[in-house]
């Protein structure tokens, strides 16, 4: 399967091993450049701030995104934040870590929204 904007989400999903959650908090963060939990909640339709905070915090862990403060987030350059994941993902499973093309698509695809969301 080919990445597209369309995709990229179920893409992260499957490729990365990380949550829906973390998925679309990851995306929101990446095309909407730093926001906080509350405005995370907001972008997603959420009504659940605490759920926004935590899925931020755990991408923290995953290293995709960086705290700001304790509320508010950043991602990583979509090419950065993308390898750390997956170079992680392959230490988790045991496999060595080697170029997948569709995991770098998913950064190349990310780039120009995360240029548009910083450069207004």
């Known amino acids: 399967m080919a990445v597209?904007?369309?995709n990229v989400e179920q893409v992260i999903v499957s490729e990365l091993?990380?949550?829906e959650d973390e998925a679309k908090v990851f995306l929101?963060?990446?095309?909407?450049?730093?926001l906080d939990a509350?405005?995370?909640?907001?972008?997603?339709?959420?009504?659940?701030?605490?759920r926004a905070l935590s899925t931020a915090k755990s991408l923290v862990g995953r290293g995709m995104v960086i705290e700001i403060s304790a509320t508010e987030f950043e991602s990583l350059h979509p090419r950065f934040a993308i390898a750390n994941?997956?170079?992680?993902?392959?230490?988790?499973?045991?496999i060595q870590f080697k170029k997948?093309?569709?995991?770098?698509?998913?950064?190349?695809?990310?780039?120009?929204?995360?240029e548009d969301a910083r450069t207004k």
């Open 4 to 6: 597209n904007l369309s």
């Open 17 to 19: 091993k990380i949550s």
């Open 28 to 34: 929101v963060v990446v095309k909407k450049g730093k």
């Open 38 to 50: 509350a405005k995370i909640s907001s972008a997603l339709g959420w009504n659940d701030e605490q």
């Open 85 to 94: 994941r997956y170079r992680r993902r392959c230490e988790e499973d045991g």
């Open 100 to 114: 997948n093309l569709k995991v770098d698509n998913i950064g190349i695809l990310l780039e120009k929204p995360y």
